[in-house]
């Protein structure tokens, strides 16, 4: 979401003149898109702008957007007095304004909703993989959660647009698009004579397009994944078989009290269905280890529940209490102490997995999509289907951005393959 609002940022402002710059000291204007889901992104915001206020020129203009702008409102100028601009996650595209008033100190940390989307210019270079939000907030509330607060209630877009930016992106040179949303199995629009969509129909529409070879999307709440969505795995090549379905914890107790569904059962049974329309599907999940009250028994069933699902790649945090949230009043928060351990011993499992479905790939041909050259230049890296990193020797010659590539080699991150002439 960040790369995207990023992205944007950038082409509004080309459209005002500028060009980007890497070196700070030359920026006119300098722009901090943030993250405030846990307490360590916030932290970084404070200490980069702690460093870039010493290094930039005296009349560049300096400022935050995104959710940390959100969060401190009118007291991140307090914070830091050389800021002229905070600007929330909804309403960034009023960035042109201080460009015009350069003197004045402009915040603005509405929930503007829908609104920005309309003000966006849309792209002129799309890269591979487009970025494409299909909805803004979340209506779930999970206690631990500050995206209710800082992107507001969910909004789904309407579906016309949703196609037309898909459209925009395959004509500007996107191969992959990734459809975006806090919540964003949960997009449904209903247009003015009462017609539904849904995510499967954003699918399967983008699918139609000839320039766009591979679909994905993220991130899923469990009990989104309704029976359309499960289908069209089985019946569209062009999505991916990788889907980032976040458990959190593997606890009935502690997912209840997370707010999130907590029927560990029916969360199988969806994954059972999806191995049913296609069975070379891999799962990924997000995990909080740490949340309050977690007892050893409520974390040793994270870890049986991680080993049995063998998600194939996850993201695991310790738990990070956040303003306006209700777990951050629960009592009985556990130690950081615990919390690292517990965070240790996940990983361990977490790796494993990972490990194990990368060495299972050594052998196979998969058709990947190009990404980047490695730091030595003499090499290129591609995704894989699954999004694993794979490195191939660079060819002489040029070539085409999906390749399809055997496994020759493999450890915990990344494989190593040949492109198949
Ligand atoms: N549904 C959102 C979640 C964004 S946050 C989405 O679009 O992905 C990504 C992950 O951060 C969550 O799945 C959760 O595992 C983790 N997370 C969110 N709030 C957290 C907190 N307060 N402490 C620790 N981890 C948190």
Do not use: W
């Not at 004045?104 to 939000?133: R, S």
């Not at 028994?297 to 049995?308: G, H, K, P, S, W």
């Not at 310790?318 to 009043?329: D, E, G, M, Q, V």
Request: aromatic fraction near 8%; proline fraction near 5%.
């Amino acid at each position: 979401m960040n790369v995207y609002d990023g992205q944007r940022i950038a082409a509004m402002l080309e459209k005002h003149g500028f060009t980007q710059t890497e070196n700070v000291s030359d920026a006119d204007l300098i722009i901090l898109n943030t993250c405030s889901v846990r307490a360590k992104a916030t932290d970084k915001v404070y200490s980069a702008l702690g460093r870039i206020r010493r290094a930039k020129k005296e009349s560049a203009l300096l400022g935050i957007v995104g959710c940390v702008a959100r969060e401190s409102g009118a007291d991140a100028f307090r914070r830091i007095p050389e800021l002229n601009f905070v600007l929330g996650p909804q309403s960034y595209h009023k960035l042109p304004e201080i460009i015009k008033n350069p003197d004045t100190k402009l915040l603005n940390i509405d929930l503007g909703g829908l609104e920005k989307f309309d003000e966006l210019p849309q792209m002129t270079k799309t890269p591979l993989v487009a970025y494409i939000p299909v909805q803004e907030g979340c209506n779930h509330c999970c206690t631990y959660c500050i995206v209710p607060y800082t992107r507001g209630r969910e909004l789904s877009r309407p579906f016309n647009d949703v196609i037309n930016d898909v459209i925009n992106a395959s004509k500007t040179g996107a191969i992959e698009i990734c459809f975006l949303g806090q919540n964003v199995n949960g997009y449904r629009y209903t247009d003015e004579n009462g017609k539904l969509y849904k995510l499967s129909d954003l699918i399967r529409e983008t699918a139609k397009l000839p320039e766009i070879s591979r679909i994905r999307f993220t991130s899923s709440y469990p009990t989104e994944m309704s029976d359309d969505l499960i289908e069209i795995f089985g019946t569209e090549p062009k999505l991916l078989p990788f889907l980032n379905m976040p458990i959190q914890s593997g606890s009935p107790r502690i997912l209840k009290k997370m707010n999130r569904p907590d029927d560990i059962d029916a969360y199988k049974t969806i994954v059972k269905k999806l191995k049913s329309v296609r069975n070379d599907i891999q799962i990924s999940s997000d995990f909080i280890v740490g949340f309050p009250d977690e007892s050893d028994e409520d974390f040793e069933q994270t870890l049986n529940i991680a080993r049995e699902i063998k998600y194939i790649n996850s993201y695991s945090f310790k738990y990070s209490p956040r303003p306006h949230t209700a777990a951050a009043l629960m009592s009985n928060q556990i130690s950081e102490q615990i919390k690292s351990v517990r965070l240790q011993r996940l990983d361990l499992q977490l790796n494993e997995n990972q490990r194990e479905f990368n060495m299972s790939c050594i052998g196979k041909e998969m058709i990947c999509l190009y990404e980047s050259v490695d730091k030595t230049g003499r090499h290129l890296v591609f995704r894989t289907p699954y999004m694993q990193q794979c490195i191939v020797d660079k060819p002489n010659e040029d070539i085409a951005p999906l390749q399809k590539i055997k496994i020759t080699d493999a450890n915990k991150s990344c494989l190593r393959g040949e492109i198949i002439k």
